[in-house]
């Protein structure tokens, strides 16, 4: 009896060491918050997916061939620190984003595309469901992902690169799945808008909070993703745990900050921040040395040096919808020396503009994707181009 007690015991105690560590998830996820947005909706355009509510074995199978470069996605990797990642740290971050009960949320609908709902119905049962289930929220277990609730220009881009093989699907290198398929245009439309009809399904999902308890997520969902959403915004991590990538400030949001990676130079990444910039068609409107014009007039200063960028048909969407936001333009990025004269790249956090539901979703989506442009800028900066 008592060796059965204690192993009880042992059981109990070794699954609370292996929990995720939720906490830790969602602090992890605030630098994936950078580009796939504050609760990880994504945007409309296909560079950035939805990745909350994606299944946990999905998450992890991603992020590890992330990490031992299977995948590649520099921009995603350096920012977000995968490759310094443990399986530890992944299964956070990953257990974290599965919890977030995306359904019933406005936040989280994907715009209904254009086409045949019915047609692309019949694509999907005879093709697809095999896997990706009915519902079209996929197999948590086997890593298949879930299609419905996912950014339509998302999946056309993907299927586009099964096709010509740049991503392989359902992992076989010699799946042809998508080589006979949608020869028409048509067709592909048919199917992505009945995918984008799928989010509308409301199944019964257990969601679960950073602080570990779980929710139900049936007809109550709306509020529930409410709770759930603003759980992780008040969630905090007092004690400064290391997680890998760039750090996200803790208290405010407000600022993401990366060191430059050992043998890089200030000229290195200033250099690279200039090229990515030009690439990224972000203009470079202004740039003041402070440190040098300290030093010019005899003051001694630790290194600083400001960038500031601007793409100007982003800045007309955003000041369009409130002139407000004029205060936050143009973006800038900081170079500055701390007191151990380690050189830091610095930006505001962009998403903190965003985080309410009062703006529209062209502004979230624009935000998002400036905030992408200037991280994509910073980390260039950091590892003196990429
Ligand atoms: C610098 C921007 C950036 C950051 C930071 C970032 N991602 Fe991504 N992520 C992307 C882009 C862009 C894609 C689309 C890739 C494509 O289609 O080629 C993507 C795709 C994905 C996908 C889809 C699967 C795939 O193979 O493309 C997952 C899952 C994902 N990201 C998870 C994460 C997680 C988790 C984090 C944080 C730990 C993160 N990302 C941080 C930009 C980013
Ligand atoms: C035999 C099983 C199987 C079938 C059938 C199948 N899939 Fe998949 N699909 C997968 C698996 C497994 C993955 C994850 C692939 C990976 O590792 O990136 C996937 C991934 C995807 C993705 C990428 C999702 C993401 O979040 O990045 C899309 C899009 C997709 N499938 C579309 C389809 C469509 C459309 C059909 C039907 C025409 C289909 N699949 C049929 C197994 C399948």
New binding site residues.
């Given amino acids: 009896m008592r060796l059965f007690i204690i192993a009880v015991l042992c059981l109990v105690f070794s699954v609370q060491a292996n929990a995720a560590n939720l906490k830790k998830g969602a602090k992890m996820n605030k630098t994936c918050a950078l580009c796939h947005g504050a609760w990880g909706q994504g945007t409309t355009g296909a560079k950035s ?1 939805r990745i909350a509510g ?1 299944t946990r074995g ?1 998450l992890v ?2 992020l590890s061939e992330y990490r031992s470069k299977k995948r590649k996605n520099a921009g995603m990797v350096l920012t977000s620190g995968i490759h310094r990642m443990s399986d530890k740290n992944i299964d956070d971050v990953s257990t974290y984003l599965a919890g977030i009960d995306l359904r019933g949320d406005p936040r989280f609908d994907v715009d209904h595309a254009k086409g045949d709902k019915a047609k692309g119905r019949k ?2 049962m005879s ?2 469901k ?3 289930k009915k519902t079209g929220y996929g197999k948590p277990k086997k ?3 879930a ?1 419905a609730g ?1 950014q339509t220009a998302y ?1 056309i881009r ?2 586009e690169r099964f096709k010509a093989r740049k ?5 076989d290198p010699e799946d042809d ?2 080589d006979e ?1 949608f020869p028409k245009k048509q067709d592909m439309m048919d ?1 992505t808008a009945f995918l984008s009809t799928l989010d509308d399904i409301k199944e019964q999902r257990v969601a679960t909070l950073p602080d570990g308890s779980q929710i139900l997520g049936k007809r109550k969902a709306k509020t529930k993703v409410k709770a759930a959403v603003k759980a992780t915004k008040v969630a905090k991590a007092p004690t400064e745990e290391d997680v890998p990538g760039a750090s996200v400030n803790e208290i405010t949001q407000t600022v993401a900050k990366m060191q430059l990676e050992v043998g890089i130079t200030k000229e290195d990444a200033i250099t690279a921040m200039r090229s990515r910039a030009v690439e990224l068609n972000m203009k470079l409107v202004g740039e003041q040395h402070v440190s040098k014009a300290l030093k010019d007039r005899g003051e001694k200063a630790p290194y600083l040096a400001i960038f500031q960028f601007c793409n100007l048909s982003d800045a007309k969407t955003i000041i369009t919808n409130n002139p407000l936001y004029a205060a936050y333009m143009p973006c800038r990025v900081a170079m500055v020396e701390d007191p151990e004269g380690r050189i830091w790249l610095m930006m505001l956090n962009l998403d903190i503009l965003v985080d309410n539901t009062m703006v529209s979703k062209k502004v979230v989506e624009t935000v998002i994707n400036v905030n992408q442009k200037m991280l994509e800028i910073m980390v260039a900066g950091a590892n003196g181009a990429f």
Avoid: A, N, V
């Fill in positions: 997916p994606m999905f199978r991603i694509i999907f093709e697809c095999g896997c990706h890593g298949i992902p299609l996912q999946i993907t299927i991503r392989i699907h359902d992992d799945l998508f398929m199917l």
